[in-house]
């Protein structure tokens, strides 16, 4: 260092930042590409069962009867040959699978049909 205070400060250039936040873009880019590939971003899905496919032809069913509302609209609709579609798709479900289900399959299989046919002969009534 001299002490001539005419002389401008020696300006050092770190070009090392530059590569270094490359590689850290690149890094993060990567990742990203393999959580897309493994699904790790995405929503986790119930397991497939007889109990779920149940329960869903319940919520269309029940929705089909203006019970439930519409998770797209927010509103109830009411289209009963809908919902008859879907009560009569439980019953041909169930006794196809009768024998091949096991006690808490078969009670479900009760329950849904009967709350669904007491529903859709309120629902018959109103309209």
Known sequence: MTDDKNEPPE???DDDWKSQVE???QAVSEA???EA???AGA????P???EMLISTFYSQAMMALGVMPNPSTGEKESDLMM???MIDTLEMLEAKTKGNTNDDESKMFDEVLHLLRM????ASKQS
């Open 119 to 122: 529903a859709y002969v309120g």
């Open 11 to 13: 300006l050092v250039v």
């Open 43 to 46: 929503p986790q899905l119930p």
């Open 32 to 34: 990203a590409e393999k």
């Open 37 to 39: 590939e493994s699904g």
């Open 48 to 50: 497939a069962s007889l």
């Open 23 to 25: 590689k850290e873009k």
């Open 83 to 85: 919902a008859k579609h």
